[in-house]
């Protein structure tokens, strides 16, 4: 079988959309028919032409003799700060990243300085972020309704209209009324609870001890924190522990990494290489657009479903991309 490599873009999107969306389908019952539960989510029709539509991610496909999609890679740049941007949500959290962070300070006063401020400005951002939700759905009398439903609905996993909510405006408060600096610390403290306060200060923080937002948030941070019990009981699962030292991604973001977020072949047509070549042409676009700007030294690529990492750099870049 021949392939034919296309772009997926504005002006042919309307020729191979619905066959895009119908191999999400067969993919996913696939996957599930062999107990892979977890693994895929469908993007959905509408979620495909965002990524077309947008200047920042790409779609690719292959295309059979009779123009049928056999096969897709979905790439994605311009995410949402802070999450969801896989490399940002599995290498910056847990206890070798905090280790890592505290160490950037030649003061201990400002380590704990930054971390309850930032706190501080979570809980602001908390507070925004749920009054426009309620504002959005009235349907919910309060978020705590919204969050009960969603945990019930689909375990409040990535894919959740209230999660994805809750951190794009999280973040839109922060990108609006903190400084620079308020910023970057935003990012480097994302995961800080009140008990990690509590440890580095010494005291006992109870977080019931203040006001609802501070326990609504705690409860929000609880239920949201898959990655503490991954290969066990989150809905989103990873298979296989990276096997190198992740300390050079403590330093990525969604501006300087790229995601290789889904790619399908089709179950019953396997074409060996496929998804190779796909994401070879995806990623040199990327690539090539993101080293324009010499500020840029180094871009850093997570492929998902073959949970490799791996960072590219410019000298790389003239080895391999022509």
């Known amino acids: 079988m021949k392939l034919k490599i296309l772009e997926l873009t504005k002006e042919n999107s309307s020729e191979y959309i619905d066959d895009v969306a119908m191999l999400e389908k067969k993919v996913l019952e696939t996957m599930e028919k062999e ?48 999450t969801y941007n896989d490399i940002t949500k599995y290498f910056k959290v847990g206890e070798e990243y905090k280790k890592y962070i505290k160490s950037q300070y030649s003061e201990n006063s400002k380590y704990q300085k930054d971390m309850l401020e930032t706190y501080k400005n979570k809980i602001k951002a908390y507070k925004y972020a749920k009054d426009r939700i309620i504002k959005e759905h009235p349907e919910y009398e309060n978020i705590e309704e919204f969050l009960k439903g969603e945990l019930q609905e689909n ?12 951190n794009q405006y999280m973040a839109e408060y922060i990108l609006q009324n903190g400084t620079k600096q308020e910023q970057e610390n935003y990012e480097k403290f994302f995961w800080i ?57 403590f330093t990525a973001n969604t501006k300087n990494s790229i995601e290789i977020d889904t ?16 994401v070879y042409e995806g990623i040199k676009k990327h690539i090539n657009k993101f080293f324009e700007n010499t500020e840029n030294k180094e871009i850093i690529f997570k492929i998902r479903n073959l949970q490799t990492w791996f960072p590219i750099t410019k000298g790389f870049m003239k080895k391999v991309v022509a």
């Open 155 to 166: 375990g409040f996993h990535e894919k959740s209209i209230l999660r994805e909510k809750w």
């Open 193 to 249: 609870n009140a008990n990690d306060i509590s440890k580095e200060m010494d005291r006992n923080i109870n977080a019931n001890n203040f006001n609802k937002d501070v326990g609504e948030y705690e409860n929000w941070l609880k239920n949201q924190k898959e990655y503490e019990n991954i290969l066990e009981n989150a809905t989103l699962k990873i298979y296989e522990e990276p096997t190198f030292s992740v300390k050079k991604y």
């Open 263 to 278: 790619y399908l072949t089709s179950p019953d047509k396997r074409h060996s290489g496929t998804a190779r070549i796909l």
């Open 35 to 82: 107990g892979k539960i977890g693994q895929l989510f469908i993007t959905g029709k509408e979620d495909i032409l965002e990524y077309v539509k947008s200047e920042e991610n790409t779609v690719m496909i292959g295309v059979d003799e009779k123009n049928r999609v056999q096969s897709a890679v979905y790439i994605t740049q311009g995410q949402k700060p802070f």
